[in-house]
Nanobody, 114 residues
């Protein structure tokens, strides 16, 4: 399984970005797709995830500003990020679980300037 993320970039505080991640390869039963992030000098943390039943889960720091969605027909997960803050600056990683096996994308950099 391969994950290809896109959509990162440089944005001013208060702006918006939309991340996309497409899964390819041996896809047959995706249980969960989502996003994690890792800021410089910090551990990787959960941002948002969505199970196959479309139940989303968000980190407290992004709830109400970020919105996750999935297109199961396209094996794609999106992250709409609104009202971005400088503390949202990080490398964002796409994540997928298929029958208990985790997979990670290569990461896309999001930089929010103040």
């Amino acid at each position: 399984v391969q994950l290809q993320a896109s959509g990162g970039g440089l944005v001013q505080a208060g702006g918006s970005l939309r991340l996309s991640c497409v899964a390819s390869g041996s896809i047959f039963r995706i249980n969960l797709m989502g996003w994690y992030r890792q800021a410089p000098g910090k551990q990787r943390e959960l941002v948002a995830t969505m199970f196959s039943n479309d139940s989303p889960s968000y980190a407290d720091s992004v709830r109400g500003r970020f919105f996750i969605s999935r297109d199961n027909a396209k094996n794609t997960v999106y992250l709409q990020m609104n009202s971005l803050k400088p503390e949202d600056t990080a490398v964002y990683y796409c994540h997928l679980q298929q029958i208990g096996t985790p997979y990670w994308g290569q990461g896309t950099l999001v930089t929010v300037s103040s």
